[in-house]
């Protein structure tokens, strides 16, 4: 990495003694995009650092894409005096391992694989418009004025398909996101197959037959309404407002076929402010067990720090999250078994819209595309549902968890299955 | 503060040089970027707590027939421009590597701006606009830097300081107070923007009897205090864009989509709008795009790659940073004055009240009391040709009974007299096809390309229209 962080620690020594953080990242990422008559390729490195401290009684934030003008943000930000009132928490010491510099490996060129998947699962109804693949590597360091320094790498990669479905006059333009391996491996077979349901399902389908009935949720859909509901558990902000709305006397969420971990191993051996991570059930068997805590929160709260600070950005403060949440079933089924265990309801797909979560009023809104179900099988495609309702009650209503968990890469990564609920209404 | 990061004094016939030779089947620019932005959170009259980020960028990119490539680098002076063209070279196999500089970098003027001093005024702004009502309001002031140099043209550097607010305050209802939240930007004139900013929260605060919910079912709209800038922006701005995929538009250039009297274009150069730039971020002139011409569609939104000698870029090309690749996208969205006046369209109401009215329209970028009268369809059935014809039995006017806007006899003589006095004939004035029936001579709003909002139905609307037009 090219920082050199040393003026920018002299700085912060002289201002804010040991109470100071210094967070660089460096992200170095490859894309091929491309589109029917386009072939974008691009090569980034984005570097940046940001700083935490406490002057004169009140923390203070500042970033920047290099040291230099790091260390004039810092002057320019002290100059504010308009700093945060919470006092920047106690910041941990301790000492990890450097991580090597990125090699990022430019992904391969997928289009036409995907394009003849996606003709032939439409039998010629929808086409691919475009194609994005982006891959590469994290390096974030930490160091702080207690006397912590260490560094965390890791690989990311995500794709974008976008297809247009056609019937005589009308076209519908779909979208799909999905996570991308190492070197921009891909399932192409997977996201055709998504890409044809999402383009034709609105041409074909017809609203749903039912008023209400059980729902069948794809993943897809399970990890949105999982990454929605995420925030309930994350720092003090929402505190209240679980135990108020969420949990029953005897503090259970869901239905005790529902786990909910949040799993970080993946990240590194600390957090994004340089606390230990482990793995946690946050609800287990449909029982609420712990918060996930940044420093910050963790200190307002009086809990221990449980090593959940993320930061989606350098440019913005660190705050309680989630690296992975993921949704475990206790007695897992196949897909095929849920599915023939409807006897009359809706397999929601794909989300039409975002999904809507109303986490202060306790209420959903969902708008999905799918199939409508009978007798556990197949009975005609549906173009637009929208299934709404309390969000504790969906969570409570679920019958059955998949096997089939799969990673999504949403604001932050979300690994969900199939999900069965028992009770739902649709309009 | 506004002023950082300051660029650094850069060799511009160099960085050509070293560019030029990557543009040989194609063309090939360097884009470089250097931003600020500060972050206020206001909380009840007080700053509760502030961010600032300082950064620059450098990306070189390069043509070579369908192919494009872009390297990024983090460095926004002469060695970061020199890393992002060596990989680019490499990329794209040639042999014009830049050597390296030994010229040592020129010291930037510093800026002596009192950051403190925007940052009080601003906030006791906010305190008196909402007096002592309760408020939370984020306030972002960014300033880019943005300078482009592209192989066989001259280079080309703007700035652009915007300042936008977002939040909510404690209103007083008929219902009692409730929180109302509100969201807008404006361009930073050299006064800081503080007077627009006073006249729109001033306006804010004044408020009005608070939203009532839209009605259920087929109504008429008007598209008030820049309103239908929105609407336009959805329906027409995007699908125009050259990149856009299937767009229901792309078929149905020059057909007519709506009265002669709409005239929509995309103006980048109106520098007092927030969307404002005089270069597009490939080098490209800003210019007046017409979107809607005498209520005909006209041509698409192109950037540099999308075009060809007879259709060239329409100034366009926009990027998010310096790490991205451009794209056509539009700028500020302006509607021409019509022909009525808003008390005209108002009097030709017929399904809701103006309580109702005023609460469906929001307040967007642009001058404050322009109207656009819209009529949104309910479920359709049938061709759109045989709606716009009256339906095989021709009893009545499709569109009165498909729930479309048809025109009143006043609102029509408004329209021929409007049309003589522009010179035109009486036979343009003919019952508007699409969902617009109608724009006021007040109608000037604009609204930034960057914003989001959502136009149920409006593009079915318009497009069955243009169709049925055809």
Same mark, same amino acid.
């Given at each position: ?18 109470? $100071? ?92 694989? +995907? ?60 979208? +799909? ?61 929402? !505190? ?23 799993d970080p191993s993946g990240e590194g051996p600390f957090d994004a402010e340089g606390v230990p991570v482990r793995r946690k059930e946050v609800v287990g068997e449909g029982l609420f067990r712990t918060r ?26 660190? !705050? ?10 206790? !007695?897992?089924?196949?897909? /095929? ?5 409807? /006897? ?26 799918? $199939? ?22 969906? $969570? ?29 209404t649709f309009s | 503060v506004s002023h950082r990061p300051a660029p650094p004094s850069l060799d511009l016939p160099l960085l050509s040089r070293w560019i030029e030779p990557l543009a040989k089947e194609g ?84 800026? /002596? ?23 939370? +309001? ?40 409730? $929180? ?266 604009? +609204? ?5 909002a959502a136009v149920s139905g409006a593009m079915d609307a318009a497009v069955s229209g243009a169709k049925a037009a055809r």
């Amino acid at each position: 990495m090219s920082f050199a962080v040393d003026p920018v620690r002299q700085e912060l020594s002289s201002r804010a003694g040991e109470r $100071w953080e210094i967070y660089s990242k460096r992200t170095v990422a490859t894309e091929l995009r491309v589109a029917a008559a386009v072939r974008e390729e691009s090569e980034r490195i984005e570097e940046g650092c940001a700083a935490r401290w406490e002057e004169r009684g009140q923390s203070h934030f500042a970033a920047a894409s290099s040291p230099a003008l790091l260390s004039e943000a810092i002057r320019d930000t002290a100059r504010l005096g308009t700093g945060g009132s919470p006092t920047l928490p106690a910041l941990p010491a301790g000492t990890f391992p450097q991580p090597d510099e990125p090699r990022p490996a430019p992904p391969a060129d997928a289009f036409e694989a +995907v394009a003849q998947l996606l003709a032939s699962e439409s039998k010629g109804q929808a086409r691919l418009t475009s194609l994005a693949v982006t891959c590469g590597e994290i390096v974030e360091r930490i160091e702080n004025g207690a006397g912590f320094a260490g560094g965390r790498a890791r690989l990311f990669g995500y794709g974008n398909a976008r297809g247009v479905g056609i019937a005589s006059e009308r076209r519908v333009t779909a979208d +799909v996101v999905f996570p991308v391996g190492p070197g921009g491996a891909f399932d192409s077979a997977k996201v055709a197959q998504s890409l044809a349901d999402r383009s034709l399902l609105p041409l074909k389908g017809k609203a749903c037959p039912f008023q209400r009935g059980e729902l069948l949720l794809d993943p897809s859909v399970s990890a949105s309404l999982l990454a929605a509901t995420l925030p309930l558990f994350c720092g003090d902000a929402h !505190r209240m407002l679980l135990s108020r709305r969420y949990l029953d006397r005897n503090g259970r969420f869901s239905s005790e076929s529902v786990s909910l971990l949040d799993d970080p191993s993946g990240e590194g051996p600390f957090d994004a402010e340089g606390v230990p991570v482990r793995r946690k059930e946050v609800v287990g068997e449909g029982l609420f067990r712990t918060r996930l805590h940044d420093l910050g929160s963790s200190g307002r709260s009086g809990e221990n720090p449980t090593g959940n600070a993320v930061r989606p950005s350098f440019r913005l403060p660190p !705050r309680a999250g989630s690296a992975l949440f993921a949704l475990d079933g206790k !007695r897992a089924a196949s897909a /095929t078994e849920l599915l023939s265990s409807v /006897t009359r309801g809706l397999y929601a797909t794909a989300l039409a819209a975002p999904a809507r979560v109303d986490l202060e009023n306790d209420a959903y809104r969902l708008e999905v595309e799918g $199939w409508a179900l009978q007798a556990g099988r197949v009975r005609s495609p549906v173009a637009a549902a929208t299934i709404r309702g309390r969000l504790s009650e969906l $969570w409570r209503g679920i019958g059955g968890v998949g096997n089939d968990r799969r990673i999504f890469p949403l604001q932050f990564l979300v690994s969900a299955p199939t999900l069965f609920v028992t009770k739902a209404t649709f309009s | 503060v506004s002023h950082r990061p300051a660029p650094p004094s850069l060799d511009l016939p160099l960085l050509s040089r070293w560019i030029e030779p990557l543009a040989k089947e194609g063309f090939a620019d360097l884009f470089f970027e250097w931003k600020s932005e500060l972050h206020l959170s206001v909380r009840d009259g007080s700053i509760g707590g502030s961010t600032l980020s300082l950064e620059g960028a450098v990306s070189a990119r390069a043509r070579r027939g369908s192919r494009v490539i872009l390297t990024a680098s983090p460095r926004a002076d002469e060695t970061g421009a020199r890393d992002a063209v060596r990989r680019l070279a490499a990329i794209l196999s040639s042999s014009n590597f830049p050597k390296s500089t030994e010229r040592a970098a020129a010291e930037a003027p510093s800026e /002596t701006e009192d950051p403190a001093r925007w940052t009080k005024k601003v906030s006791s702004l906010i305190a008196r606009a909402f007096e002592n009502r309760p408020h939370r +309001v984020e306030v972002r002031r960014r300033h880019s830097t943005r300078l482009v140099v592209p192989a066989g043209r001259p280079p080309s550097r703007h700035d652009r300081p915007r300042v936008s607010l977002h939040g909510e305050f404690l209103a007083d209802t008929r219902g009692g107070p409730r $929180w109302r939240a509100f969201n807008f930007h404006l361009p930073e004139a050299d006064d800081g923007a503080f007077e627009e900013l006073r006249q729109r929260l001033r306006s804010l605060a004044a408020g009005g009897p608070g939203p009532v919910p839209p009605t259920s079912g087929v109504s008429d709209v008007i598209l008030e205090n820049g309103s239908a800038a929105f609407f336009f922006h959805e329906v027409l701005s995007h699908p125009l864009e050259a990149d856009a995929p299937a767009s229901k538009l792309s078929n149905l250039h020059k057909a007519r989509l709506c009265p002669r009297e709409i005239e929509v274009a995309d103006e980048p150069s109106r520098l007092d709008l927030f969307g404002g730039y005089p270069v597009d971020d490939e080098g490209v002139p800003a210019r007046r795009t017409p979107l809607l011409s005498a209520g005909h569609l006209a041509g698409p939104l192109r950037d540099r790659l999308r075009s060809d000698p007879l259709h060239p870029s329409t100034g366009n090309g926009r990027r998010p940073s310096a790490f991205d690749h451009a794209a056509p996208r539009g700028s500020n969205l302006v509607v021409g004055p019509g022909g009525a006046s808003e008390e005209e369209m108002l009097r030709i109401r017929r399904r809701i009240g103006r309580s109702r009215l005023r609460s469906i329209s929001t307040p967007v970028s642009g001058r404050p009391g322009g109207a656009a009268r819209a009529a949104r369809t309910g479920p359709r059935t049938g061709t759109p040709r045989r709606r716009a014809r009256g339906g095989a039995r021709g009893r009545r006017p499709a569109a009165r009974r498909q729930g479309q806007a048809v025109p009143s006899a006043r609102l029509v003589r408004a329209r021929r007299e409007g049309a003589a006095r522009r010179g035109r004939s009486s036979r343009d004035d003919r019952p508007p096809h699409a969902g617009v029936a109608a724009v006021s001579g007040a109608m000037d709003a604009a +609204v930034s390309g960057a914003m989001d909002a959502a136009v149920s139905g409006a593009m079915d609307a318009a497009v069955s229209g243009a169709k049925a037009a055809r």
